[in-house]
């Protein structure tokens, strides 16, 4: 009966010793493999020592404007910064070393609020830390560009647009329509800043 019952014995530790292995290999892939991926991880970012190579700039592509004597730290030509996860954010150039060109719509523009029996009438200027590509886009597309512009305010109504908030969710919202078309109709959007040369609600 003793006999019988030494081989029994054993089968369980031979069995538990075996799991404490396997346990031991899984945790060894795991912390190995999320070494692996950290590692993988920083080297895109740059965080560990691997230099990014920069894309070529294309010359037909409207290239950012220099101020005199502005130190360079780097190319700042994209629009757009990438953030871990794919995630995008809109960079804007800095103005202490670029240089602003300055376009304004001849015409004025006249929407009909969106409330009311009102109107809002404003003349409108815009501009670039680009070069005069992007004024030349501008000039090109006023149409279409003036078309967007009049869809954004005949959005507004007769409270928010008196109010500066309004003013400035506005001025913003109209940025990024002439950025929209200029994108669509370039491939460039390139409008730093839009700016109310008159206003008048009624």
């Known amino acids: 009966m003793s006999a019988a019952a030494a081989p029994a014995a054993e089968a369980p530790k031979k069995k538990g010793k ?19 991926g950290a590692g ?25 404007v220099k101020k005199e004597g502005a130190e360079d730290h780097g ?22 070393k670029y240089k602003a060109s300055y376009y304004t719509f001849e015409q004025p523009f006249t929407a009909n609020l969106r409330d009311s029996d009102g109107f809002t009438q404003i003349g409108l200027g815009a501009s670039t830390f680009y070069d005069q590509k ?37 001025q913003k919202g109209l940025k990024d329509a002439i950025n929209e078309t200029l994108k669509q109709r370039t491939g460039f959007g390139g409008i730093d800043n839009v700016y109310f040369t008159t206003m008048v609600v009624q």
């Open 75 to 96: 190319a700042e030509h994209g629009e757009k910064k990438t953030l871990p996860m794919g995630f995008e954010v809109e960079k804007s150039p800095d103005p202490t």
């Open 18 to 36: 075996m799991k404490g292995i396997v346990m031991t290999l899984v945790m060894a892939l795991v912390f190995g493999g999320g070494g692996v």
């Open 134 to 170: 992007v004024l030349d886009n501008l000039k090109e597309n006023e149409l279409p560009i003036r078309s967007a512009i009049l869809m954004v305010m005949a959005q507004q109504d007769s409270f928010t647009i008196s109010t500066p908030e309004g003013k400035l969710a506005l």
């Open 40 to 64: 993988l991880y920083a080297a895109g970012a740059g965080l560990a020592g691997g230099h990014k190579e920069e894309a070529p700039v294309d010359p037909n592509m409207p290239q950012l």
